[in-house]
């Protein structure tokens, strides 16, 4: 039983590792997941079009959230930009823990 839990604890530091740390739009909204969800051909298109900025972290935390809200609802998959985030961190973790 402690070989079992042992090598829980090292998926779970693993995993951890490799979720940890700043995260660029690019790389937690991936060319692909941008396209399956929406008909722009990336984070940077779909921003662009917009009219909103993403270069740096706080250009995010700026973000006018009923704006955003609205764009991603008439644009993509998504109800709103958190909904849109939310799937967006699923499918990142998916591809680290499978990396």
């Known amino acids: 039983m402690d070989s079992i ?6 998926i779970e530091a693993d995993i951890k590792k490799k979720v940890d740390g700043f995260i660029s739009f690019q790389e ?3 060319d ?4 399956k969800h929406s008909g722009f051909s990336s984070i940077g298109d779909l921003f662009e079009q917009g009219g909103f900025k993403y270069d740096t972290r706080v250009d995010s935390r700026a973000i006018n ?3 955003i809200d609205a ?3 008439e644009n ?5 930009w958190a909904d849109m985030k939310r799937a967006a961190d699923a ?8 990396l």
Do not use: H, N
């Not at 839990?5 to 090292?10: A, L, M």
């Not at 692909?32 to 396209?35: E, L, M």
């Not at 993509?76 to 709103?80: I, L, N, Q, Y």
């Not at 499918?91 to 499978?98: D, G, L, N, S």
């Open 91 to 98: 499918a990142y973790v998916k591809r680290k823990i499978t």
């Open 65 to 67: 959230e009923g704006q």
């Open 5 to 10: 839990e042992k090598q829980f604890r090292k």
């Open 28 to 30: 937690l909204f991936p």
């Open 32 to 35: 692909s997941f941008v396209k």
């Open 76 to 80: 993509t998959d998504f109800e709103s």
């Open 71 to 73: 764009f991603i609802c």
